[in-house]
């Protein structure tokens, strides 16, 4: 079993920054892509940034510009490095990752618990 856990998240300013990051862990596994997803309260999630295996990257219009993910396959971590923030990036930030297993030669898809990221004005 692979899990994922997130991390980063807190209160910060206007204009201030933040890094996330998502730490997979288990036995046998290989990452594949991993997306970073928000839900600000009462809405929808939404995809923020995608990075795959070979690391190329995308990223919502919203965002562009001011975040970045980058990954450390030798750690098992994708982080998303957020700048310039705002009221809007208000929510919480979730990961999602596309896992090979090795043993059983079989993928799936799993999140972590999810990290609040609260931007004041």
């Known amino acids: 079993q692979v899990q994922l856990v997130e991390s980063g998240g807190g209160l910060v300013q206007a204009g201030g920054s933040l890094r996330l990051s998502c730490a997979a862990s288990g036995r046998l596994f290989r990452i594949n892509a991993i997306d970073w997803y928000r839900q600000p309260r009462g809405k929808q999630r939404e995809l923020v940034a995608t990075i795959s295996s070979g690391g190329r990257t995308n990223y919502a219009d919203s965002v562009k510009g001011r975040f970045t993910i980058s990954r450390d396959n030798a750690k098992n971590t994708v982080y998303l490095q957020m700048n310039s923030l705002t009221p809007e990036d208000t929510a919480v930030y979730y990961c999602?990752?596309?896992?090979?297993?090795?043993?059983?030669?079989?993928?799936?898809?799993?999140w972590g618990q999810g990290t609040q990221v609260t931007v004041s004005e």
């Open positions: 999602n990752a596309n896992v090979w297993l090795i043993a059983i030669h079989e993928s799936f898809n799993t």
